[in-house]
């Protein structure tokens, strides 16, 4: 099955704000309400009572909020704005066009000034440390979904989207790796090249979909039989290849191959019916044919055709004469 590919919004996009838990409202909204709300509180305090309010506190916990929510060019706009109102407010109040509502000294001992005061500083700290909690969380959400869909992509860009087994280049690179733990423990490498024989008559006969059912079946099939150092992978079509590793004889690896030639011949249960296929596999071995991983590959290929020509559903071992069409069975 193929894996869904969801391509996260950049943080940077403030035009399509990120969706906080669950959805149901944003970073961006609550951020423009609680902006609003803060500046409109600090210029109403600004123009009515001057510096005798709390208002500058609210004015600069706007441009806080707008620095830490959005950017720091919209925090110094805020910023900047407040700076205005409040050159403006102290203009109009020292020049007698604005005046304060009660006196000052009546203001400083009123006991409901205090409470309101008292109010205003602590709601003001709680509300502004749990929109950076918010922004935190989300943002932290944000990651966390971007690594995982990376991780997505990664194996999308590796994996073969039907089967879900690697690659050409993963096997590469997989069989490299084995030849270079078998060069050092003085063990075996096998590579397996396995051809599905009567894949196009199923494919011809009940489509596609049908042809992918049976490769996912053949895909879980190969699974089962291989050990956890081992590696399977789909290189196309209906083309497999297996990696196996720390082999002590040749014989390790055809007893691989005729399980898995047993295996796969075994009747599949699809959607159109019951069909059968078989396995033509060519083996080489290392250090026997090859120590690198190309010449490998050739060889157990070249084994393959060989086993094709010799009937299918069988398996030839690659022999030093296979770059001539030469090869010898078990």
């Known amino acids: 099955m193929a894996w869904p590919v969801h391509i996260p919004q950049s943080p940077g996009n403030r035009r399509d704000c990120y969706l906080f838990i669950q959805g149901k ?6 951020g423009r309400v609680l902006l609003i709300v803060f500046y409109a509180i600090g210029a109403v305090g600004i123009v009515t009572l001057g510096l005798l309010g709390a ?7 706007s441009s ?10 919209f925090g110094l706009a805020i910023a900047a704005s407040a700076l205005g109102m409040v050159v403006l407010s102290g203009f109009a109040f020292t020049t007698g066009l604005l005046t304060l509502p009660v006196d000052a000294n009546t203001y400083a001992i009123s006991a409901t000034s205090w409470i309101s005061f008292l109010v205003a500083a602590s709601i003001m700290p709680f509300v502004v440390f749990q929109s950076i909690a918010i922004f935190q969380k989300s943002t932290l959400d944000l990651v966390d979904e971007i690594d995982r869909q990376r991780a ?3 194996i999308l860009a590796t994996h073969d989207y039907l089967t879900e087994l690697p690659q050409l280049n993963l096997a590469q690179d997989r ?8 060069h050092r423990s003085g063990t075996k490498v096998a590579l397996l090249f396995i051809d599905l024989d009567g894949f196009k008559e ?11 059912q049976v490769l996912k079946e053949v895909a879980k099939r190969l699974l089962r039989l291989l050990r956890d150092v081992d590696t399977a992978a789909r290189i196309g079509g209906d083309e497999f290849v297996l990696v196996l590793g720390n082999l002590k004889t040749k014989e390790n690896a055809a007893l691989v191959a005729e399980r898995l030639i047993a295996d796969i011949s075994r009747p599949m249960d699809i959607s159109e019916g019951t069909v059968s296929v078989g396995a033509s596999i060519g083996i080489a071995l290392s250090p026997d044919n090859a120590n690198d991983h190309k010449s490998l590959w050739r060889a157990a290929d070249l084994a393959m055709y060989a086993a094709k020509e010799a009937g299918k559903n069988c398996f030839r071992y690659s022999s030093e004469g296979v770059s001539n069409n030469s090869v010898r069975e078990i």
């Open 25 to 30: 409202t944003s970073i961006c909204l609550q």
């Open 55 to 61: 208002g500058l506190w609210w004015l600069v916990m």
């Open 64 to 73: 806080l909020l707008a620095s830490t929510l959005y950017s720091l060019r």
């Open 152 to 154: 997505e992509i990664e």
């Open 175 to 182: 069989l490299q790796m084995a030849l270079r733990e078998g």
């Open 202 to 212: 199923v494919n011809d006969r009940y489509g596609h979909d049908a042809g992918n």
